[in-house]
């Protein structure tokens, strides 16, 4: 029986392997399709609408009653506030235990005064103890829900920007992330969340000065008001 001996391949081998092992590894590859996104902006990004919530603590000391200027008015600001667009009723969370507790409870009577002078039914708060931590500065944590809105995240970019494989990289389409930091913006700016959904309803009109503008007209003057010294502010009468 004759042996045969397998030497080492030559160069000539070797590329012919490695183009057959390509060849095989190419016909396994294939393009991954991804779905056609909306070229409007405001369909990548909507705006969403949620509940979230408006908290103000007030930090207290030890040993002392009542509260300081600066923290009566966050929470005057913050009783205005909840009658704006407040969702739910106040919480109130008020320490129970350790050196803060006194201050806790002689401040507590003050923020029920401020809400009370400011409109809020005494039916729309809810106080609720906890213990704070031994090395945590105790506060009053007063919170409520309301309507935020949110968009994004922005920053993905799920497609590439340049040629690619893919036919749709070759249409003048926008990039995923293009308007997502302008509907952000909006949505953290606006003032009522509602507006974004349906518009406000009409306020009263102003009888008194729809009554003076009808009389003008009628009487055949003008019915423009007239406004006297506006432009006492002005610099120079450069020009004139």
Known sequence: MRRI???RSGPLQRTILGLCLAFALAGCYRTPVVENYPAYYRERHPITLSDGERTVKVFLGRNRGGLTASQRADVLAFAHAWRHDATSGILIEVPQSGPSARAGADSLREVHAIFAASGVPREAVA???FRPLPAALASIKLSYS???AHAGPCGLWPRDLGP???SDDLQNRPYWNLGCATQRNLASMVSNPADLVQPRGEAPADSARRST???AYR???SPAGAYD???KGKISD???
């Open 146 to 148: 309301r309507l935020t």
């Open 5 to 7: 001996h397998i030497g």
């Open 238 to 240: 450069l020009g004139k």
């Open 127 to 129: 106080v609720r103890g």
């Open 229 to 231: 010294g506006y432009d």
């Open 219 to 221: 009487s055949g003057k």
């Open 164 to 166: 690619a494989y893919d």
């Open 213 to 215: 503008a009808f009389t």
